[in-house]
Antibody, heavy 121, light 107 residues
Framework: QVQLVESGGGVVQPGRSLRLSCAAS????????MHWVRQAPGKGLEWVAV????????YYADSVKGRFTISRDNSKNTLFLQMNSLRGEDTAVYFC??????????????WGQGTLVTVSS | DIQMTQSPSSVSASVGDRVTITCRAS??????LAWYQQTPGKAPKLLIY???NLQGGVPSRFSGGGSGTEFTLTISSLQPEDFATYYC?????????FGQGTKVEIK
């Protein structure tokens, strides 16, 4: 069965960096685009970034553009989110989600359980 | 960016009730709409995609409708496990945007 397992969350000071990982299994990882979605404590869902199966198409939310970088290693079935210059408003649970298609232009049919990032001094 | 607005923000209902949630898009998104269910502490779960297609394994009491700018999610007979927060999301363009959520609570 499809499994997505995020890791790398934790407590980090403002201005510092953190790298999240999402390990995928149970499907052909290189056939699907992948997304990051976040949820601040007690708030709704906010889409963060998408990366197509072949890394040709990348989009970011304006709130993270220039600070976050999405990447993937298809040989290791892993998605990454490099987060630099972190701010308090980046505090959230970060979910990775599988796109039903390869280009990232469809719905999110599977989600990981999330990893909590807390930005605080 | 496309704004997604859900109504109501919360609804109190009893087991067996019929519940309908509305989602409005700020511009025409065709049928590029998905609905997700989230229970506290858990990841969202896909219920409906392309406005009206039921995801595999989702009970048939869930249904979706609409196109263009107005969409609905209907639960025909509310069950105890359906008390959760529901989100709509447009898949028409980037950035992807979600509605603010509708919390279905026990009356």
């Amino acid at each position: 069965q499809v499994q997505l397992v995020e890791s790398g969350g934790g407590v980090v000071q403002p201005g510092r960096s953190l790298r999240l990982s999402c390990a995928a299994s149970g499907f052909i990882f290189s056939d699907h685009a992948m997304h990051w979605v976040r949820q601040a404590p007690g708030k709704g869902l906010e889409w963060v970034a998408v990366l197509s199966h072949d890394e040709d198409n990348i989009y970011y939310a304006d709130s993270v553009k220039g600070r976050f970088t999405i990447s993937r290693d298809n040989s290791k079935n892993t998605l990454f989110l490099q987060m630099n210059s972190l701010r308090g408003e980046d505090t959230a649970v970060y979910f990775c989600a599988r796109d039903a298609n390869d280009l990232g232009d469809s719905h999110f049919d599977h989600w990981g359980q999330g990893t909590l990032v807390t930005v605080s001094s | 960016d496309i704004q997604m607005t859900q109504s109501p923000s919360s609804v109190s209902a009893s087991v067996g009730d019929r519940v309908t949630i509305t989602c409005r898009a700020s511009q025409d998104i065709g049928s590029w709409l998905a609905w997700y269910q989230q229970t506290p502490g858990k990841a969202p779960k896909l219920l409906i995609y392309a406005a009206s297609n039921l995801q595999g394994g989702v009970p048939s009491r869930f249904s979706g409708g609409g196109s263009g700018t107005e969409f609905t999610l209907t639960i025909s007979s509310l069950q105890p496990e359906d008390f959760a927060t529901y989100y709509c999301q447009q898949a028409n363009s980037f950035p992807r945007t979600f509605g603010q959520g509708t919390k279905v609570e026990i009356k």
